[in-house]
Protein backbone atom coordinates (compact mmCIF):
# COMPACT_ATOMS: atom_id res chain seq x y z
CA UNK A 1 0.00 0.00 0.00
CA UNK A 2 1.23 3.39 -0.94
CA UNK A 3 -0.02 6.93 -1.34
CA UNK A 4 -2.71 9.23 0.53
CA UNK A 5 -5.77 6.98 1.87
CA UNK A 6 -8.08 6.05 4.79
CA UNK A 7 -10.28 3.83 6.31
CA UNK A 8 -11.35 1.67 9.25
CA UNK A 9 -10.82 -2.01 10.02
CA UNK A 10 -11.64 -4.34 12.71
CA UNK A 11 -8.58 -4.82 14.27
CA UNK A 12 -11.01 -7.82 16.28
CA UNK A 13 -14.07 -8.73 17.34
CA UNK A 14 -15.88 -5.24 18.53
CA UNK A 15 -13.47 -2.78 17.81
CA UNK A 16 -12.27 -0.87 15.19
CA UNK A 17 -9.65 1.75 14.31
CA UNK A 18 -9.81 4.57 11.86
CA UNK A 19 -6.68 5.57 10.07
CA UNK A 20 -5.45 8.06 7.58
CA UNK A 21 -2.39 8.40 5.99
CA UNK A 22 -0.29 10.32 3.80
CA UNK A 23 2.78 10.21 1.68
CA UNK A 24 5.02 7.85 -0.12
CA UNK A 25 7.67 5.98 1.26
CA UNK A 26 8.62 3.17 3.86
CA UNK A 27 6.00 2.88 6.46
CA UNK A 28 5.83 4.87 9.64
CA UNK A 29 3.06 4.56 12.21
CA UNK A 30 2.41 8.28 13.88
CA UNK A 31 0.63 7.20 17.65
CA UNK A 32 -1.23 10.03 19.29
CA UNK A 33 -1.67 11.34 22.76
CA UNK A 34 -4.58 11.79 25.17
CA UNK A 35 -7.37 13.15 23.52
CA UNK A 36 -6.53 14.11 20.38
CA UNK A 37 -6.95 12.19 17.00
CA UNK A 38 -4.69 11.10 14.41
CA UNK A 39 -6.36 14.76 12.53
CA UNK A 40 -5.15 16.64 14.98
CA UNK A 41 -0.87 16.16 13.84
CA UNK A 42 0.44 19.34 13.34
CA UNK A 43 0.23 19.84 9.17
CA UNK A 44 3.78 21.08 8.94
CA UNK A 45 5.30 18.17 11.12
CA UNK A 46 3.28 15.57 9.16
CA UNK A 47 4.34 16.90 6.05
CA UNK A 48 7.64 16.73 7.02
CA UNK A 49 7.83 12.99 7.60
CA UNK A 50 5.78 12.78 4.90
CA UNK A 51 7.94 13.80 2.74
CA UNK A 52 10.02 10.65 3.39
CA UNK A 53 7.40 8.14 4.79
CA UNK A 54 4.08 6.50 4.12
CA UNK A 55 2.30 7.95 7.41
CA UNK A 56 -0.45 5.80 9.14
CA UNK A 57 -2.44 8.59 11.83
CA UNK A 58 -4.76 6.62 13.58
CA UNK A 59 -7.68 7.21 15.92
CA UNK A 60 -7.05 5.98 19.06
CA UNK A 61 -10.16 3.89 20.34
CA UNK A 62 -13.42 5.46 21.10
CA UNK A 63 -11.99 9.16 19.73
CA UNK A 64 -12.41 10.59 16.55
CA UNK A 65 -13.90 8.38 13.11
CA UNK A 66 -12.97 5.17 15.80
CA UNK A 67 -15.54 3.81 17.61
CA UNK A 68 -15.93 2.68 20.96
CA UNK A 69 -15.24 -0.67 21.36
CA UNK A 70 -18.65 -3.03 21.93
CA UNK A 71 -17.28 -3.94 25.76
CA UNK A 72 -17.10 0.31 26.12
CA UNK A 73 -13.22 -0.10 26.95
CA UNK A 74 -9.87 1.67 25.96
CA UNK A 75 -7.87 -1.45 27.38
CA UNK A 76 -5.24 0.76 28.83
CA UNK A 77 -1.92 0.66 27.51
CA UNK A 78 -2.33 -3.04 26.23
CA UNK A 79 -5.56 -2.96 24.90
CA UNK A 80 -3.99 0.15 22.54
CA UNK A 81 -0.99 -1.59 22.03
CA UNK A 82 -2.87 -4.65 20.80
CA UNK A 83 -5.17 -2.77 18.65
CA UNK A 84 -1.93 -0.72 16.75
CA UNK A 85 -0.28 -4.34 16.20
CA UNK A 86 -3.62 -5.41 14.63
CA UNK A 87 -3.97 -1.88 12.48
CA UNK A 88 -0.32 -3.26 10.97
CA UNK A 89 -1.55 -6.84 10.40
CA UNK A 90 -4.75 -5.55 8.64
CA UNK A 91 -2.59 -3.21 6.87
CA UNK A 92 -0.39 -5.77 5.41
CA UNK A 93 2.07 -4.05 6.87
CA UNK A 94 5.47 -6.19 8.15
CA UNK A 95 7.88 -3.82 9.48
CA UNK A 96 6.96 -0.01 10.44
CA UNK A 97 8.99 2.80 11.79
CA UNK A 98 6.79 4.21 15.21
CA UNK A 99 6.48 7.63 16.46
CA UNK A 100 4.60 8.70 19.79
CA UNK A 101 3.66 11.39 21.49
CA UNK A 102 3.04 11.72 25.18
CA UNK A 103 0.61 8.63 25.97
CA UNK A 104 1.00 7.42 22.39
CA UNK A 105 4.42 7.21 23.52
CA UNK A 106 3.38 4.36 25.82
CA UNK A 107 2.36 2.54 23.32
CA UNK A 108 4.83 2.95 21.20
CA UNK A 109 7.20 1.46 24.15
CA UNK A 110 5.16 -1.15 24.36
CA UNK A 111 5.24 -2.19 20.08
CA UNK A 112 9.06 -2.29 20.28
CA UNK A 113 9.13 -4.81 23.33
CA UNK A 114 6.15 -6.68 22.19
CA UNK A 115 7.15 -7.12 18.08
CA UNK A 116 10.60 -5.91 17.90
CA UNK A 117 11.01 -7.77 14.81
CA UNK A 118 8.61 -5.59 13.18
CA UNK A 119 10.03 -2.56 14.27
CA UNK A 120 12.45 -0.89 12.14
CA UNK A 121 13.01 2.46 14.26
CA UNK A 122 10.98 4.39 17.09
CA UNK A 123 10.77 8.18 18.17
CA UNK A 124 9.52 8.72 21.65
CA UNK A 125 8.23 12.53 21.29
CA UNK A 126 7.31 13.92 25.60
CA UNK A 127 6.57 10.87 26.96
CA UNK A 128 8.29 8.48 29.99
CA UNK A 129 8.73 5.02 31.26
CA UNK A 130 6.35 5.57 33.66
CA UNK A 131 6.60 3.51 36.94
CA UNK A 132 9.32 3.97 39.41
CA UNK A 133 12.29 5.76 37.46
CA UNK A 134 9.70 8.40 36.07
CA UNK A 135 10.15 12.03 36.39
CA UNK A 136 7.13 13.36 38.22
CA UNK A 137 5.89 16.98 37.52
CA UNK A 138 4.33 18.88 39.67
CA UNK A 139 0.91 17.72 40.99
CA UNK A 140 -1.12 20.67 40.07
CA UNK A 141 0.16 20.36 36.20
CA UNK A 142 -1.25 16.70 36.44
CA UNK A 143 -4.76 17.81 37.88
CA UNK A 144 -4.52 20.89 35.08
CA UNK A 145 -4.35 18.37 32.30
CA UNK A 146 -7.34 16.26 32.71
CA UNK A 147 -9.65 19.11 34.08
CA UNK A 148 -12.92 18.50 32.58
CA UNK A 149 -14.72 21.65 34.46
CA UNK A 150 -15.57 25.37 32.27
CA UNK A 151 -16.40 25.58 28.83
CA UNK A 152 -14.38 23.32 26.17
CA UNK A 153 -12.93 27.33 25.02
CA UNK A 154 -11.93 27.06 28.77
CA UNK A 155 -10.61 23.97 28.55
CA UNK A 156 -8.80 24.89 25.32
CA UNK A 157 -7.02 27.46 27.08
CA UNK A 158 -5.92 25.52 29.67
CA UNK A 159 -4.64 23.17 27.29
CA UNK A 160 -2.64 24.99 24.98
CA UNK A 161 -0.99 26.67 28.07
CA UNK A 162 0.38 23.28 28.95
CA UNK A 163 1.49 22.44 25.72
CA UNK A 164 2.86 25.92 24.84
CA UNK A 165 5.83 27.70 27.07
CA UNK A 166 4.26 31.20 28.67
CA UNK A 167 5.81 33.25 26.11
CA UNK A 168 3.60 31.40 23.08
CA UNK A 169 0.58 30.45 24.85
CA UNK A 170 -1.40 33.38 24.48
CA UNK A 171 -0.73 33.45 20.55
CA UNK A 172 -1.39 29.80 20.58
CA UNK A 173 -5.15 30.47 22.13
CA UNK A 174 -5.60 33.26 20.21
CA UNK A 175 -5.02 31.40 16.75
CA UNK A 176 -6.19 27.81 17.71
CA UNK A 177 -7.89 28.16 20.61
CA UNK A 178 -11.56 27.79 19.14
CA UNK A 179 -10.30 24.95 17.25
CA UNK A 180 -9.18 23.28 20.05
CA UNK A 181 -12.34 24.53 21.42
CA UNK A 182 -14.28 22.73 18.65
CA UNK A 183 -12.79 19.64 18.94
CA UNK A 184 -12.69 19.47 22.64
CA UNK A 185 -16.21 19.83 22.84
CA UNK A 186 -16.58 16.78 20.25
CA UNK A 187 -14.57 14.26 22.36
CA UNK A 188 -16.74 12.09 24.65
CA UNK A 189 -16.08 12.40 28.62
CA UNK A 190 -16.14 8.61 29.11
CA UNK A 191 -13.46 7.54 27.17
CA UNK A 192 -11.48 10.65 28.20
CA UNK A 193 -11.60 8.92 31.87
CA UNK A 194 -10.67 5.39 30.46
CA UNK A 195 -7.94 7.23 28.69
CA UNK A 196 -7.06 9.07 32.07
CA UNK A 197 -6.96 6.00 34.20
CA UNK A 198 -4.53 4.30 31.35
CA UNK A 199 -2.05 7.58 32.06
CA UNK A 200 -2.28 6.89 35.53
CA UNK A 201 -1.82 2.95 35.44
CA UNK A 202 1.06 3.75 32.99
CA UNK A 203 2.55 6.00 35.46
CA UNK A 204 2.05 3.25 38.55
CA UNK A 205 3.39 0.62 37.34
CA UNK A 206 5.21 -0.73 40.08
CA UNK A 207 8.23 -2.32 38.08
CA UNK A 208 10.91 -0.45 35.80
CA UNK A 209 10.28 -1.52 32.02
CA UNK A 210 12.77 -3.82 30.65
CA UNK A 211 15.52 -2.57 28.20
CA UNK A 212 14.45 -2.69 24.56
CA UNK A 213 16.11 -4.23 21.46
CA UNK A 214 19.45 -2.58 21.13
CA UNK A 215 19.58 -2.83 17.46
CA UNK A 216 16.41 -0.89 16.79
CA UNK A 217 17.22 2.64 16.65
CA UNK A 218 15.49 5.07 19.01
CA UNK A 219 15.18 8.80 18.97
CA UNK A 220 14.61 10.72 22.21
CA UNK A 221 12.84 14.20 21.84
CA UNK A 222 11.27 16.53 24.42
CA UNK A 223 10.53 20.11 25.09
CA UNK A 224 13.04 21.65 27.19
CA UNK A 225 10.39 23.80 29.27
CA UNK A 226 7.84 21.04 29.30
CA UNK A 227 5.68 21.27 32.74
CA UNK A 228 3.43 17.84 31.73
CA UNK A 229 6.27 15.48 31.43
CA UNK A 230 9.73 16.95 32.70
CA UNK A 231 12.43 17.13 30.42
CA UNK A 232 14.72 14.72 32.80
CA UNK A 233 12.40 11.70 31.79
CA UNK A 234 14.52 11.86 28.36
CA UNK A 235 17.83 10.61 29.97
CA UNK A 236 15.80 7.59 31.62
CA UNK A 237 14.38 6.85 28.12
CA UNK A 238 17.49 6.53 27.00
CA UNK A 239 18.60 4.02 29.96
CA UNK A 240 15.79 1.73 28.64
CA UNK A 241 16.63 2.00 25.07
CA UNK A 242 20.06 1.12 24.36
CA UNK A 243 21.51 3.66 21.91
CA UNK A 244 18.92 6.08 22.14
CA UNK A 245 19.74 9.42 20.90
CA UNK A 246 18.32 12.70 22.70
CA UNK A 247 16.95 15.79 21.16
CA UNK A 248 15.99 18.32 23.79
CA UNK A 249 14.80 21.40 21.93
CA UNK A 250 14.79 24.72 23.81
CA UNK A 251 12.26 26.46 25.06
CA UNK A 252 9.11 24.09 24.30
CA UNK A 253 6.92 23.03 26.51
CA UNK A 254 4.79 19.40 26.14
CA UNK A 255 3.93 19.64 22.17
CA UNK A 256 7.72 20.97 20.41
CA UNK A 257 6.59 18.92 16.98
CA UNK A 258 4.02 22.08 16.55
CA UNK A 259 6.40 24.75 17.75
CA UNK A 260 9.61 23.39 16.03
CA UNK A 261 8.68 21.30 13.46
CA UNK A 262 11.64 20.84 11.58
CA UNK A 263 13.63 20.53 14.25
CA UNK A 264 11.52 17.18 15.81
CA UNK A 265 11.22 15.81 12.42
CA UNK A 266 15.26 16.39 11.56
CA UNK A 267 15.55 14.13 15.24
CA UNK A 268 13.02 11.55 14.28
CA UNK A 269 13.98 11.10 10.11
CA UNK A 270 17.82 10.81 11.13
CA UNK A 271 16.45 7.81 13.14
CA UNK A 272 14.81 6.36 10.40
CA UNK A 273 17.35 7.00 8.17
CA UNK A 274 19.72 4.80 10.46
CA UNK A 275 17.74 1.89 10.44
CA UNK A 276 17.15 1.90 6.62
Known amino acids: MSGE ?20 GPPLLLINGYAPTGADWDPAFLGLLAADHRVICPDNIGLGASPIATDDTVGGVEGMTADMAALLDALAIERVALVGWSMGGFVAQSLVRA ?29 ELVDHSGTP ?47 REWHGRPDPLPLSDPSIPVAVVHGSVDTVVPPGNAEVLARFHPGAQVTIVPDCAHAPM ?19
Open 115 to 143: IPDRITSAGLISTHTGGPDCVNGAPEVAR
Open 153 to 199: REQATRLISLLFPPDRAAEADERFGEIVAAARAELPARVLFMQEETL
Open 5 to 24: GAGTVEVRPGRQIAWRAFGD
Open 258 to 276: ALEPDAVAAAILATTSAAA
